[in-house]
T-cell receptor
């Protein structure tokens, strides 16, 4: 399996621009998670989906952030407008509790975002 | 949510065993103990998990105290590739709100000395 695939791997954008991060979960996984990692706050859960439906978005920092999952193989995290404090590594992850292993979650390699 | 306490950092010599401790004194009877690690510039990856009994897999061993208030991740022979941040995380056994995601603490940064 190719694992969780994220794009872009690196992005540098100017403040005020729209940023779209993309994720392809592992085939057959019905849970998808978006995490953000910064030096100050560590790894934070932003939102997660089950069967393409958002279940908990309490971690989304503000209205500038939105996430969608139009189908089982694709999700986006959008920031509009972006601000320098959004600079972070954004991880997408997926899991299938039905596969056991205590609900192992598989992470992508991350999208490194810098807003200048 | 039950919380975990880990040392901020540890050092190990290459090819020596490493014991990474985790305290979770408020663990409930239905919480799994999970360990993940994050190598530099990569996403977290699963290492091992357990409920009550000690567990072994190809990556590591997990020793769980009899009262389950602490656990230890054991790397039998540390290699340079094991240098990472190791996270000890509690997850509920049963499904329901909050049971499927991982809540990360600060973890333990393991340095391996050649």
């Amino acid at each position: 399996d190719a694992g969780v695939i994220q794009s872009p791997r690196h992005e540098v954008t100017e403040m005020g621009q729209e940023v779209t991060l993309r994720c392809k979960p592992i085939s057959g996984h019905d849970y998808l998670f978006w995490y953000r990692q910064t030096m100050m706050r560590g790894l934070e859960l932003l939102i997660y989906f089950n069967n393409n439906v958002p279940i908990d978005d309490s971690g989304m920092p503000e209205d500038r952030f939105s996430a969608k999952m139009p189908n089982a193989s694709f999700s986006t995290l959008k920031i509009q407008p972006s601000e320098p404090r959004d600079s972070a590594v954004y991880f997408c992850a997926s899991s299938n509790p039905g596969q056991g292993a205590g609900n192992t979650i598989y992470f992508g390699e991350g999208s490194w975002l810098t807003v200048v | 949510d039950a919380k975990t306490t880990q040392p901020n950092s540890m050092e190990s010599n290459e090819e020596e065993p490493v014991h990474l401790p985790c305290n979770h004194s408020t663990i409930s009877g239905t919480d799994y103990i999970h360990w993940y690690r994050q190598l530099p510039s990569q996403g977290p990856e699963y290492v091992i998990h357990g409920l009550t009994s000690n567990v072994n897999n190809r990556m590591a061993s997990l020793a769980i105290a009899e009262d389950r208030k602490s656990s230890t991740l054991i790397l039998h022979r540390a290699t340079l590739r094991d240098a990472a941040v190791y996270y000890c995380i509690l997850r509920p056994l049963y499904s329901g709100a909050g049971s499927y995601q991982l809540t990360f603490g600060k973890g333990t940064k393991l340095s391996v000395i050649p």
